[in-house]
């Protein structure tokens, strides 16, 4: 069974932190570019951060730089997204995604969904007082 699954969201105050856990099951993410993408009710899904699979090369948002933090550990086939600071707008369901680097024309992966293959169910993130 080739999956992704989300883990660690839930509820947290304003200035806190989470961190999110996504663990590929059923094929291995050495590969594999990954992204962190959210979706804010009322609101389209849009791209958080992502890292290459050969450079480790880390794009973000402008609206969560310098407060999330993208990696991955491909030996336990595992990606995270670190996430400090946390502030009301940054509640959404949160998503990971992967991409085959052989799919990416010049290797480099972006924050635009559709450029991803496998996506995982979605963790929900409130970040409230």
């Known amino acids: 069974q080739v999956q992704l699954v989300e883990s660690g969201g839930g509820l947290v105050q304003p200035g806190g932190s989470l961190r999110l856990s996504c663990a590929a099951s059923?094929?291995?993410?050495?590969?594999?570019?990954i992204g962190w993408f959210r979706q804010a009710p009322g609101k389209e899904r849009e791209g958080v951060s992502c890292i290459s699979s050969s450079d480790g090369s880390t794009y973000y948002a402008d609206s969560v730089k310098g407060r999330f933090t993208i990696s991955r550990d491909n030996a336990k086939n595992t990606m995270y997204l670190q996430m400090n600071s946390l502030k009301p707008e940054d509640t959404a369901v949160y998503y990971c995604?992967?991409?085959?680097?052989?799919?990416?024309?010049?290797?480099?992966?972006?924050?635009?969904?559709?450029?991803?293959?496998?996506w995982g169910q979605g963790t929900q993130v409130t970040v409230s007082s």
């Open positions: 059923g094929f291995t993410l050495d590969y594999y570019a």
């Open positions: 995604a992967a991409v085959g680097s052989w799919s990416l024309a010049d290797g480099t992966p972006t924050l635009s969904e559709s450029g991803y293959d496998l």
